[in-house]
């Protein structure tokens, strides 16, 4: 099945935030936001911009009824600036005005004093100072004190991993009405509508039920707005809520770009040992993550970092440690993989170290150590694993030692252009790592006429999760897709939902339409046995028409409806699911966290310009673990999009602060993302088709973060072509690989 929204984008008829027409009377917000990165407020001046033709109203942390605070997991994130600002870009104060442009002249009216204070920007000096969001965290499994006297060979090394701007196409934005009787209607583009709520609540100091967050669809979202939109979201409420009127603020591109964090960047310490049949005896990870200035959701992005810190190999002592440090940044949040994709560049980094330092292929030491289905995880949680299949497919499919074997050629025969390749063997969780955010909730209406409607959690941000869930609900019925509709997220239709991400929404939104239909259904079957005069257990429903012992009836599906509506049965459920066997005890850091895990492989081949060091990625060659794709045309554009988007990240999407805590790659003109002439020249991706049982719906594994770590392969493949340049030139692991990088690491002494 095509995605649904397909023929509604190409016409742009799709509505967004923007689309959403505005009532007569909306007002328009915007932010004053501190140019300090640190210091102490001396002075807030905004006469000046209060007596503006427009201007309505200036609110400043001391118009707030409620709490202060938007922090989601950690209450330590002012919504306005109050006496401190922590980052350059934290709110000050809101303008609301008759017209956006009104409001955006009068923030230059107003004035601020702040006395500066010392600025932190590198993770590893604020872990020096003892500033930590969290305790720090380690997970273990083995001995790796005793374990290193048992290893042939030992390297150590240093990792830097650079964050990463989520560019969704539409911007952060908000618009909230007043509604009667105190109660507030806020349409948000978030991943998070019960966090929005959560979080208004607590601001307006309402009760939760009268704030009604409604989503459409997102223009993108990655991560960047499961808990950072809720920041605009609430100052709209604000706003309204004090002139009961309705507001609307939706952030200029560098707006957003200034005001909202990005991945984590990570610097990390690695130790591995091997025997001399290069299995892996030891492994040592210290990761300092750049928190930034807030918890946001820092510490469970660093938890999933030591889940994913041995990546898809078995490893028998393993023993990872991580620290959440708080710095002067805007406080960055999750990103697609969510602490994944840093983890596994390390491990990934010890390798590469290991086989430079033996003159050996990486693959080599991968293939090795790869998971077997009964090895443990340093969490506790044993494998079932497809590590070995996928790479032994990909290697079927390929033939890497005739890629191999072209690029040696090519290489001997060509003096300027070297090429590289490199295997990116990957495994990712699913689950939210919390447990209690593992659970969802379906409400389905089947209406007299035969109609369904269908309301989850998820929220559609182009990932194809509503076509998903159209998917469950016609399969379920076995009716036309046609008949149904997916409604809007919506908090007043399916209260405390988990906002949309960790790769999980499908499976767990899915399971639950899948209960509430298959709830409906059993009912319905009820009534036609009855009318029939046959067993229940005879009665099947397919393509809209009812069958008794195999045989067809002159009953369908809208008369069976109608019949059930008649004899007053239920036509609604409301569903809840919550996967089974899923916990985590944080106390001893072990348990079953996962509902199962993803694998794949990837072979990326790039071409180096060794005179210029600009580069071209030939190829990203795939088999990935899908399990039993319920729609492969969503499924491989999801792989194809998550494998570009890593590739940006270790290659040329650099985020830059200056050491005052400035963005300096404020901009498109400053922060390149890849382009139509940067993207691999050619992506093939093969299916492994697994019949293992497992948790997701209808067998069909998640898809929409494990193939982003597919990327890394290409920092390896541009690495091991530069080496191939200069054999004895000294790489730091420092992503991202830019053009620039490229060239000082071709021509290191020059």
């Not at 017209?99 to 500066?116: F, G, L, N, T």
């Not at 032994?392 to 390749?421: H, M, P, T, V």
Request: with cysteine.
């Amino acid at each position: 099945m095509k995605n649904i929204d397909s023929y509604t984008h190409l016409r742009g008829e799709s509505v967004y935030l923007d689309d959403i027409p505005m009532t007569n009377g909306t007002l328009f917000a915007a932010v004053f936001d501190s140019e300090v990165a640190h210091g102490k407020i001396k002075s807030l001046d905004t006469s000046e911009a209060a007596v503006m033709t427009g201007v309505v109203q200036i609110f400043t942390a001391a118009d707030i009824p409620g709490e202060n605070q938007i922090g989601g997991i950690i209450p330590d994130e002012e919504l306005l600036a109050n006496t401190h600002v922590h980052f350059c870009g934290m709110p000050i104060a809101l303008v609301v005005a008759t017209s956006d442009e009104v409001a955006r002249a009068a923030i230059k009216k107003i004035k601020v004093e702040i006395d500066p204070l010392p600025i932190i920007t590198d993770p590893r000096e604020a872990k020096e100072k003892g500033e930590l969001i969290i305790p720090p965290r380690t997970f273990q499994l083995g001995d790796t004190t005793n374990a290193w006297s048992k290893c042939d060979y030992i390297l150590e090394g240093q990792t830097e991993t650079n964050g990463q701007e989520h560019l969704y196409i539409e911007t952060q934005g908000a618009y909230a009405l007043p509604q009667e009787n105190g109660a507030i209607r806020i349409y948000s583009s978030t991943q998070g509508p019960t966090a929005v709520q959560r979080t208004v609540a607590r601001v307006l100091n309402l009760p939760m039920n009268q704030v009604e967050v409604d989503t459409t669809r997102l223009g993108g979202g990655f991560g960047g707005k499961e808990d950072q939109a809720t920041t605009w979201a609430v100052l709209c409420a604000l706003a309204a809520y004090h002139l009961k009127k309705p507001v609307k603020y939706s952030l200029h591109r560098m707006e957003d770009m200034r005001m909202t964090g990005k991945r984590h960047p990570y610097s990390s310490d690695f130790k591995i040992g091997l025997n001399k049949e290069l299995k892996i005896l030891a492994y040592e990870a210290t990761f300092y993550q750049n928190a930034g200035a807030a918890a946001d959701l820092s510490p469970a992005v660093m938890e999933r970092t030591l889940f994913h810190c041995n990546n898809t190999y078995f490893i028998p002592n393993v023993k990872a440690t991580a620290y959440s440090c708080r710095t002067n940044l805007p406080p960055n949040t999750a990103f697609r993989g969510f602490g994944g994709p840093q983890g596994m560049f390390v491990i990934e980094a010890a390798i590469a170290k290991a086989a430079e330092a033996l003159n050996i292929s990486a693959s080599v030491i991968q293939q090795k150590n790869l998971l077997k289905t009964g090895d443990e995880f340093p969490y506790g949680q044993i494998a079932a694993s497809e590590a070995n299949e996928c790479w032994n497919k990909a290697d079927e499919q390929f033939n890497i030692k005739e890629l191999q074997k072209e690029i040696d050629d090519f290489n001997a025969s060509n003096k300027n252009y070297k090429k590289g390749l490199a295997l990116m063997p990957i495994c990712f969780g699913i689950s939210f790592t919390k447990t209690l955010m593992n659970q969802a909730r379906s409400l389905v209406h089947v209406y007299t006429d035969g109609s369904v409607a269908v309301s989850t959690g998820a929220v559609e941000m182009g990932q194809g999760v509503n076509t998903k869930m159209l998917q469950v609900a016609a399969s379920i019925f076995s009716i036309n897709p046609s008949k149904i509709k997916i409604n809007t997220t919506n908090t007043y239709r399916i209260a405390n939902t988990s906002p949309t991400a960790a790769s999980a929404t499908a499976d767990l939104n899915g399971k639950a339409t899948k209960i509430a239909c298959a709830t409906i259904l059993e009912r319905l079957k009820s009534v036609a046995a009855e009318e029939l005069n046959v067993a229940v257990e005879s009665i099947e429903i397919q393509d809209e028409f009812i069958f008794a012992a195999g045989k067809k009836t002159d009953w369908d599906w809208k008369r069976l409806v109608m019949a059930a509506y008649v004899k007053r049965i239920n036509l609604s459920e409301h569903a809840h699911y919550t996967p089974p066997g899923i916990h985590f005890d944080a106390t001893i850091e072990k348990g079953h966290p996962f509902a199962y895990h993803v694998y794949g492989t990837s072979i990326t081949t790039v071409t180096v310009d060794c005179i210029r060091g600009i580069y071209e990625i030939d190829a990203v060659k795939v088999v990935h673990d899908f399990g039993k794709s319920m729609n492969t045309m969503i499924d491989i554009g999801q792989c194809e999009g998550g494998i570009v988007q890593g590739i940006g990240w270790m290659t040329i999407e650099e985020i830059i602060y200056d050491k005052e805590g400035k963005l300096r790659s404020n901009a498109l003109s400053t922060y390149k993302v890849p382009d139509i002439y940067s993207v691999p020249k050619e992506i093939t991706i093969q299916s492994l088709t697994t019949e293992k049982n497992n948790l997701a719906i209808f067998r069909s594994k998640a898809v929409g973060e494990p193939p982003l770590m597919y990327g890394i392969g290409a920092y390896f493949a541009l690495r091991n072509a530069v080496k191939a340049f200069n054999p004895t030139t000294v790489i730091p692991f420092d992503a991202p690989m830019t053009p620039e990088k490229v060239l000082m690491s071709l021509y290191p002494n020059t």
